[in-house]
């Protein structure tokens, strides 16, 4: 099927005025946080955008450009209307077929799933049904990761959601012709944001095996690949060092520490390889994360040490705040009360200075409900229990619903603080609201942070809530799993 040719979005680049893609980006991104929504804008967003390239946001996006610009409708944006650009999926080369008896229907084409226009190709979706935002359970989100285009392609991949056997995913091939052009790593990059996305929503277990395919593919590219252009080179570095730090994520959460510390690794060592300071502190915050929950405090404090001097260049001082609450969090594994109050007071000076156009996209998850919760961890860690529990209901109040997995940590992380502190009714009532979100949220962390606390509440269970939340919890897969540490993270 020929393509049509795109056309600019005169009115698009009118209503950005005199500023920056950049600066316009970043004014999408604040404006998607007024509303409660998540965005991954950038300035190659906005580009895609006015070139005509992108013809209809996503759902998500509509909802903060009209938003933003109260009044207008889609098409005054310079947008075609949705159910013009419906049906793109013919143009992609899709895996091979599902075995006899286990044909599972294309994500786009399965009720209830309406296919986001920008979000990459996608078959005929049903006019007017839900988007990711509305559905409880994303099984298909992740439809397509890389796309076909023209002889430079990485052939068919996807995370295979929702599909009755791992058989039926398509699989990862590389081409003939090993050239990486702007589809090959808009397709990596695109695999980062939609990890991040599905793990914000429903947490680590059940996401890891799947997201290490596209992880594969990244790191063939840059193996026998070659691009055109630094740029593209560059960019490509970038997409599969944060992909292995987004898949290293689900392996830390789902508790395969030791597959964490690899994929981490192997972000530091590509973010060495390109010079990328960028990712090179991004995964030396993720390594100080991870040393943390493994028991390594003095670790968890060089890392997070490391992080702060590979950031100073980029401008981000949320950035410099998280990295902060790293070496906090080190501090309090080691006892050092003072380091740790001190590096939280750097955070908080670093946090307060706001945000800024240097900030990384995948620290969207960083916000003041973060810091809150982190802060209540150090306590935590020192043995100041009250303390801690004042900063993690605090963490609760303030975070966003949107972020379901996060939510549901925080209470997990607020229900031991209080038992610990003998609150024990309030500690009853939070653990009941985080069984609420655990059939949404799969993650072997926070499970293994609400058994604990039950463990510690099982002295209490003479008391009639303590004994309502302990035979409640009892009932849940996974009740008696070990100790969890706690954490967030993209």
């Known amino acids: 099927m020929a393509s049509t040719a795109a056309v600019p979005n005169l009115a698009f680049r009118r209503l950005r005025g005199p500023r920056s893609a950049g600066e316009f980006a970043a004014a999408v991104r604040r404006a998607a946080r007024e509303i409660g929504e998540q965005v991954a804008c950038d300035a190659r967003y906005i580009g895609r955008v006015e070139s005509g390239e992108i013809r209809c946001p996503n759902y998500a996006y509509e909802r903060v450009f009209l938003h933003m610009f109260p009044g207008l409708a889609l098409t005054d944006l310079g947008f075609s209307a949705r159910e013009t650009v ?84 398509p699989r990862v091939s590389l081409p003939a012709q090993r050239r990486v052009g702007e589809a090959e ?27 290490a395919r596209p992880l594969r593919a990244a790191y063939e590219l840059l193996d026998a690949g070659t691009t055109a252009r630094r740029a593209t ?16 994520w689900l392996a830390h959460d789902s508790g395969r520490l030791d597959d964490a510390r690899s994929h981490y ?15 090179e502190a991004h995964a030396f915050c993720n390594t100080s994360f991870l040393a943390r929950d ?12 490391a992080g702060l001097r590979a ?23 080691l006892g050092d009360r003072t380091g740790c109050d001190r590096a939280i007071g750097r955070a908080r000076s670093a946090f307060e200075r ?27 860690a020192l043995g100041d229990w009250s303390r801690a529990a004042r900063h993690g209901r605090r963490a609760t109040v303030l975070q966003d619903a949107h972020f379901t997995r996060n939510l549901a940590l925080y209470r997990a992380q607020l229900t ?48 009639a809530d303590v004994a309502a939340f302990l035979a409640r919890h009892g009932t849940f897969p996974g009740a008696s799993d070990g100790p969890g540490r706690t954490g967030t993270e993209d």
């Open 86 to 169: 419906r049906g793109r999926g013919a143009r992609i080369a899709s895996g091979p077929p599902p075995a006899a008896g286990h044909a599972a229907p294309s994500p786009s084409a399965r009720p209830g799933r309406a296919p986001d226009p920008d979000e990459g190709p996608a078959g005929p979706g049903v006019p007017g049904a839900p988007d990711i935002h509305d559905i409880p359970e994303e099984s298909d989100v992740l439809r397509r990761v890389f796309m076909t285009s023209g002889t430079a392609t990485v052939a068919a991949a996807s995370l295979g959601f929702g599909r009755p056997h791992a058989s039926a995913a």
């Open 185 to 211: 790593v808009s397709a990596v990059e695109e695999a980062v944001r939609q990890i991040r996305l599905l793990d914000d929503r429903r947490g680590a277990d059940g996401l890891y095996r799947r997201a």
């Open 233 to 248: 080179s560059d960019r490509l570095h970038a997409g599969a060092g944060e992909l292995a730090l987004s898949v290293g």
């Open 265 to 279: 690794a192997e972000a530091l060592a590509t973010a060495r390889l390109a010079g990328d300071a960028g990712l």
């Open 294 to 305: 493994a028991g390594r405090p003095r670790e968890a404090v060089r890392a997070a040490e």
């Open 311 to 333: 950031a100073r260049t980029l401008g981000s001082h949320r950035l410099v705040a998280l990295l902060a609450l790293r070496e906090a969090g080190g501090r309090a594994g």
């Open 354 to 380: 706001g945000p800024a156009a240097g900030d990384p996209e995948w620290m969207s998850f960083f916000r003041e409900a973060e810091l809150e919760l982190l802060e209540a961890q150090c306590w935590s």
């Open 416 to 463: 031991a603080d209080l038992a610990r502190a003998g609150r024990v009714d309030e500690a009853a009532a939070t653990g009941h609201q985080v069984l609420d979100l655990l059939d949404r949220v799969q993650s072997s962390r926070i499970r293994g942070m609400l058994a604990e606390a039950a463990r510690m509440l099982e002295p209490r269970a003479g008391a």
